[in-house]
Each structure stands twice: as C-alpha cells, then as structure tokens.
C-alpha cells in the first residue's frame, strides 16, 4: 500500500529516515593542525646583476682598447687600483671621477665648444627630418663678451650653396616605390632599371653605413626623356633638400 502523504504515520516514518543523516551532518567538524615538512633542496645562486670581477673587467677593457676611460660605481678602493691597472697597461688617459664632479673627454686636437647665437639662429629655416630638425648654417666663428666662441651671422651678402640632398636610399625600397607609381622596374646588375631607357645605381664606398658619410653617389642614366625626368623628381622626393 502506498504511503498517503495525508497520513499522519507516513509523515513520521519519512522524518525517522532523515533524521539520522540531520545528525551525521551535525556531528562533523573541521580539525586543524599545523604539521612541520621538511624540504630537502639544494639552493643555486645565478648572478643577474651584470657586474664583473676584478680580472673580468680586467680582460673585458685590454680586448675594448679603449682611446680614453672612465671609471664609475665603485668603491674609492678598487677605482683606485682599476685606474693604476688601466693607466699601466690600457690607455694613458683614464678618469674617475667624484660624485657631481664634471669631466670633458673630447680630444683637443679636431673638437671645439661654440655657441650658437641667437641673431644667426633667428633666421634659420628648419626642416622635418624623421624626429630631427635639420637646416643648412652659413657663419662666421666670432667670441662673444665672456670670450667663448660662437657662431655669428656672416657679415656679408650670404653665399650661394649647392643643393644638399640629406638621406639614404635603399634601391630595394625604391623599387617598391617606383612599383606603385606604375613604373615597371627590375634588379640588374646590382642597379635598378627602371622602365626601358632609365637606370639608377649606387656608387662608392658601400661599407660606410649611414647618409653621413658622403663616400655614395646616385646615379641615373638614360636618355632625356619623360620617363627620366619622371623617375628622377621621384628619386628626389625620397630625400630632404637643403
């Protein structure tokens, strides 16, 4: 027969049931202990600092040969017998400094400190070079009141100078350029010819790295037509005219 909730006695028999897991559950509780582990490691010191030894920096500046040396970030100590090392057996002209103290390690022979006066440099104009500012100067070195030499306005009538292109040019990146312009253009012979009759190669010193040097030359040849006055404003537009 089955149990009629209405009933009184399956109510009771259903509470007996659940009654003995009511007091399992009220008879449970948590127990902490604090237990000792012993760890059994072998610990390894690595040196991140970046510092050398002694006869690490010793080795690492006779292989540098540096022209001139300074010494910093050390006890008085050992800048003393690093200096008397370096000075023996390195270069003759090292320096350590005090805290604060002011050193100037240009050479003597092609280094000089100017100013810039404020009258030559009213009228200069400066262009947009990457994060730089660049401009082309004509001056005159004079001395000023507190007899430091300076750069001073030219005198005279100013002089006519030759158009400076400051830049370097890659031709694998030119291609790309011209490539955009519609220009059908391809590597031959280390240079780039560009269309049918014009050609564009670089000259020179190819071991200096940088537009600084001034050892590289352009050079485009081809007959005198549309295409060569076209590739060449193109070749122009890749540097900064002063």
């Given at each position: 027969?089955?149990n ?24 449970s ?10 760890v059994?490691?072998?610990l ?17 500046l ?12 050390g006890?008085?100590?050992?800048t003393?017998?690093l ?55 004509d ?26 292109l ?45 537009a ?31």
């Amino acid at each position: 027969m089955a149990n009629n909730p209405s009933n009184p006695r399956s109510r009771i028999s259903n509470l007996a049931s659940i009654s003995p897991r009511l007091d399992t559950m009220k008879q449970s509780r948590k127990e902490t202990a604090l237990i000792p582990v012993q760890v059994r490691c072998l610990l390894v010191y690595m040196d991140f600092e970046g510092r050398s030894d002694g006869r690490s920096i010793k080795n690492i500046l006779s292989h540098v040969a540096p022209l001139k040396l300074v010494l910093v970030h050390g006890s008085a100590e050992a800048t003393d017998h690093l200096k008397q090392h370096c000075l023996k057996n390195v270069c003759p002209h090292v320096y350590a400094p005090q805290i604060e103290e002011t050193i100037d390690v240009t050479s003597d022979l092609c280094a000089y400190k100017v100013q810039l006066s404020e009258k030559l440099m009213s009228n200069v104009l400066f262009k947009k070079l990457g994060e730089y500012e660049i401009a082309w100067v004509d001056a005159e070195v004079g001395k000023t009141e507190n007899d430091m030499l300076s750069l001073l306005p030219i005198s005279g009538a100013p002089c006519l100078h030759k158009s400076v292109l400051v830049g370097d040019l890659k031709l694998a990146d030119f291609k790309q350029f011209l490539s955009t312009k519609g220009i059908p253009v391809e590597f031959a012979g280390g240079a780039l010819r560009c269309g049918e009759y014009v050609t564009v190669r670089k000259v020179g010193d190819a071991t200096q790295k940088g537009a600084g040097s001034g050892t590289q030359q352009i050079i485009i040849e081809g007959p005198l037509c549309e295409d060569y006055y076209k590739i060449r404003d193109y070749l122009y537009s890749q540097f900064y005219l002063l």
